[in-house]
């Protein structure tokens, strides 16, 4: 007996948790787990559904197929350790995370390489045997820059590229390639603050809160999908540089929680916007 | 075009969301959401499915009966305000919230009664133009007492009996008449105190959260199911009468939000636990 | 023994807090809580202080003044209850939760009217005995209805007022009128949505988080210093107007703790911040 | 220009902010926080004050000293990093997130040692160059473990022992030798649960909030003066173990946050509660 996740994306229309059970039944397999979510406005249909058996991937998938409109999206996979690469700077809060749950086996997922723009994390990294790639980018145009992060990512077949506090602006020829693989973290502020330093500029307004957003990356670095989001709390005592380090402690475990959800496979990107299954 | 509203518990089984799924595109029901949880341990299944389209009720609830194993619960409803009861004592905080939200159409409810130990609370609540009877337990024994209660609600045809800061202890025979239809609200701490006034419990040994549980009510009053639960933040500068206030705030959020979850039909229950879907 | 509140702030120097306390001790007054709080950067000080005794508050006064630079501000009261206007348009949410903490005699305050640009409130507020002032901005420039709205504001003898879900925008020359003294509640979202419907901004977007800011109004009446914000959690099954359902009953909440602080002397404007002591 | 950071904790009696202010002053020395508090009930008073300037510590004290009431405990230190000891069993996340902070010179701590009763950590702690102490309990009576434990305990001058998810229970032997230094983790429930398997009776109530605790220890190992606590929401879909791997992202976050206040001196302990100032 195999485990199994199914993931659909397509247009709503009638009839279609009835076709894919359907076709689930005759196989003779075992529905876990089931959520589905439609968005009416935009007539999107979403589905998730775990199961048990013993099943041809690539037949169950066609058949599976043949009962969804054409456009639909199918993924059906046996669940297994995904491939990451993670990229960094010089802040360790995010990387440390992920490196201690790798460390306990409690990270579904292999990590390939961890690229750098500086040398600072080298040390850290390498205790846990992971190749580290120190790129710098003194003297180099953006474009020059990602070129050289490129060489070094395209000799991995990876699922997610995780940006844990890599604090270059990427262009959109480097973020396009990569379209719904790469993965961000950054702060977000109740109002938010839009230039140089926000802390500095949420520190003035006396704001009370303090958040993470991690999301997909689109075009522009610091949009996308959000995937999870949480705040910790502050107040008047709090210089900007102590509401840089609260941003810490909540920046981590919000990576660290949306890294987690798409290694289960729970993310559907819905236009700009994700649902959670 | 109406819209409908299913839920399922039952044993589980293989095949049953194919099987039910199959009659409502068979009879031409469009489903808009659609959730189900399968506790495995226990092996129970539960589904809730909002449909619409034009049905005969009792005709689909049969069908529906017919695929389903022996002991399903079938609810089959047409979303309509639901009906209930508040009991009170002194306290207005939880009662007022909902009182607000009454006025302001808010609430998927009717209220036809408001029974209080207490004289407390009419004034506030004649100004909603609602019935409220006050039964002193005075020189009664908890059964004389609750006899007279049940007097009174019996005149009614109710859905839910929500115990908004009622602060009398109910005997099992009152609380297994009104099985899973009794709401109550009271304070929770980390970790809890037993005995009398928790609140100075929890001020001694300096509490930094409080919080509230909502929950069905079963033999033992403080236990039961639990529906919905929120804390909030206190310090060393609160005293046990500060750290009460704010519990009150957190409680009337809580004892609403459950309530607004059972008046949308989104509750099942599931032994001493809750599915919410 | 009388209760008495110090509130200083002034430029800081060396000796504040030994040479305010020595007043309060040749005084046989009892400390009974004291908060300071330097804001290094701007040199500032702020000190409030409980304490007990039996004093001639002028003369006491004039004495700390004595020992302060020249451009402190000292606040010395007796705690008793504040005078409140309420302005409103529409929702009840915010608003209802007032009148019942004000009815549950929760409030530090009396309310003296309410005010309103529609009628809708009228049956709630009337409930409470207290006067309600319908003024339509219908044909009428913003400036015209404001000057109809200060005329009534100014028969009478106000502490604070407080924007429960009033919903037109403030001329800054309404806003300079009652500087520090208007508090207001807007929804706040992570990242924060700039123009229409931001509601709808943030369905687009995905959010997980909404919240709520309390703040004093300045020229510009969403922005100013925050007294207190909070937070709730949301997913991708809400739509736009179940986040701003969400939103209403985390406004309420933050609203009236806002209001109570202010009600409890607790609050220091410190350039665009607030200092909470 | 130096900074000291001066704790007092006293009964509370007139004059004792001005009577210690002076001495400041006369010394010349400039506060920069001042935070009080009286517990009124106990008649105790609380002072954390940091300041700078040029001292004598021994003799600032001493003339500190003779203000005071007898019973005063006075601590004036001069801010530098704190040593402390881990203990651990087999779980890595709190240890781990300790261990990135100290790798990114984010704590200001020493760590000293870290003893287990499993070899299972060892390769982590090895990495960060840190003497890690295997002391199996087996075939040992917990005295004769503790002994062994104690043994290499004493040959470090320490500040404090933090209890990274320890898991034996410690007699009152080796807590009374340890007061007020030992700081511990664990679980905390809405409603508490007591007995084997905490998180399974957690989950069979259905409990939607799962928390820890970080607090002092006493003679009961898992009572004693609460330093921090939070908390994560969880679901009916949350299989006991899901609800173990949540709980365990809180207690990393709450113990860190509580030893941080340690090491910054912000915690009194008063009675069986904690002041934070």
Same mark, same amino acid.
């Given at each position: 007996m195999n485990k199994y996740i199914l993931l659909i994306d397509s247009n709503d229309e009638k009839g279609l948790v009835f076709n894919v059970t359907k076709i689930l039944f005759e196989n003779d397999l075992n529905i876990e787990k089931n959520n589905e979510f439609v968005d009416k406005e935009n007539n999107k249909f979403f589905m998730r559904t775990e199961f048990t058996g013993s099943i041809n991937l690539d037949e169950i998938k066609e058949k599976i197929k043949s009962v969804l409109p054409d456009n639909a999206n199918i993924r059906l996979i046996s669940p297994e350790k995904k491939n990451i690469i993670l990229m960094c700077t010089k802040e360790s809060h995010c990387l440390g995370d992920i490196l201690i749950r790798y460390q306990a086996n409690?990270?579904?997922? @292999?990590?390939l390489a961890i690229i750098s723009?500086?040398? +600072?994390?080298e040390n850290l990294v390498t205790k846990f045997e992971i190749p580290y790639f120190y790129i +710098?980018? !003194? @003297?180099?145009?953006r474009e020059e820059h990602e070129e050289r992060v490129i060489k070094v990512i395209d000799n991995y077949n990876f699922d997610y590229l995780v940006l844990?506090?890599?604090?270059r602006v990427l262009t959109s020829t480097f973020t396009n390639k990569y379209s719904e693989k790469i993965i961000n973290i950054h702060h977000s502020f109740l109002p938010a603050f839009i230039g140089a330093n926000p802390y500095k500029q949420a520190y003035e307004r006396g704001v009370k809160i303090i958040g993470a957003t991690a999301h997909f990356v689109n075009d522009?670095?610091? !949009?996308?999908?959000?995937i999870y989001q949480d705040v910790v709390t502050v107040d008047h005592s709090y210089g900007w540089k102590d509401m840089q380090k609260s941003g810490r402690d909540i920046e981590k475990i919000v990576l660290s929680k949306a890294l987690n959800m798409a290694l289960e496979d729970k993310i559907f990107i819905n236009k700009n916007r994700t649902v959670i299954l």
């Amino acid at each position: 007996m195999n485990k199994y996740i199914l993931l659909i994306d397509s247009n709503d229309e009638k009839g279609l948790v009835f076709n894919v059970t359907k076709i689930l039944f005759e196989n003779d397999l075992n529905i876990e787990k089931n959520n589905e979510f439609v968005d009416k406005e935009n007539n999107k249909f979403f589905m998730r559904t775990e199961f048990t058996g013993s099943i041809n991937l690539d037949e169950i998938k066609e058949k599976i197929k043949s009962v969804l409109p054409d456009n639909a999206n199918i993924r059906l996979i046996s669940p297994e350790k995904k491939n990451i690469i993670l990229m960094c700077t010089k802040e360790s809060h995010c990387l440390g995370d992920i490196l201690i749950r790798y460390q306990a086996n409690d990270l579904q997922a @292999n990590i390939l390489a961890i690229i750098s723009n500086h040398q +600072s994390l080298e040390n850290l990294v390498t205790k846990f045997e992971i190749p580290y790639f120190y790129i +710098s980018h !003194e @003297n180099l145009t953006r474009e020059e820059h990602e070129e050289r992060v490129i060489k070094v990512i395209d000799n991995y077949n990876f699922d997610y590229l995780v940006l844990a506090k890599y604090m270059r602006v990427l262009t959109s020829t480097f973020t396009n390639k990569y379209s719904e693989k790469i993965i961000n973290i950054h702060h977000s502020f109740l109002p938010a603050f839009i230039g140089a330093n926000p802390y500095k500029q949420a520190y003035e307004r006396g704001v009370k809160i303090i958040g993470a957003t991690a999301h997909f990356v689109n075009d522009n670095l610091d !949009e996308g999908p959000i995937i999870y989001q949480d705040v910790v709390t502050v107040d008047h005592s709090y210089g900007w540089k102590d509401m840089q380090k609260s941003g810490r402690d909540i920046e981590k475990i919000v990576l660290s929680k949306a890294l987690n959800m798409a290694l289960e496979d729970k993310i559907f990107i819905n236009k700009n916007r994700t649902v959670i299954l």
